[in-house]
């Protein structure tokens, strides 16, 4: 027999404490990566103006990147959130998704590869002082 759909379009309490318990956890995930990155820029700071500039390109070139894997990445999450609401103990979907997407990332991987493994000349290429690029690089 089948639940009948609730009279009301309005969240429950229990989708609020779902919601609130999922976003507590991500905000303290980033506030986390924050203060990691504060930590790492006052002791690279402390170490060398240099080793602080070198840091901030290689972290420029590494977001971007990371930026375009979770543009590519983040559609996996709505689709096997949305199928798993609907049909998960009926359907294989999900399982494909997400092996379509490991072969995304996989592709992926190539050019991010290439970009990092070449990331001392692709600075100097675009003007970088060749001290900084190969700290970066590194």
């Keep these: ?6 009279a009301s379009k309005f969240p429950t309490a229990s989708n609020h404490h779902a919601t609130l318990t999922t976003t507590l956890t991500l905000g303290i995930g980033y506030v986390g990566g924050m203060l990691i990155g504060i930590t790492d820029s006052t002791m690279l700071g402390r170490l060398s103006t240099d080793a602080l500039s070198a840091s901030g390109l290689a972290l420029s070139i590494c ?5 375009a894997g979770w543009g590519m990445l983040f559609p996996v999450m709505v689709f096997v959130s949305r199928i798993c609401g609907t049909e998960c ?4 979907k999900a399982l494909r998704i997400i092996r379509q997407s490991l072969w995304v990332c996989g592709i992926l991987f190539v050019p991010a590869g290439l970009i990092l493994w070449n990331m001392t000349n692709i600075l100097m290429l675009t003007g ?6 190969q700290m970066a690089g590194q």
């Design 128 to 133: 970088q002082d060749p001290s900084l690029a």
């Design 1 to 6: 027999m089948r639940a009948r759909p609730s």
């Design 89 to 92: 103990s009926r359907s294989r």
């Design 63 to 67: 977001n971007i990147i990371l930026m």
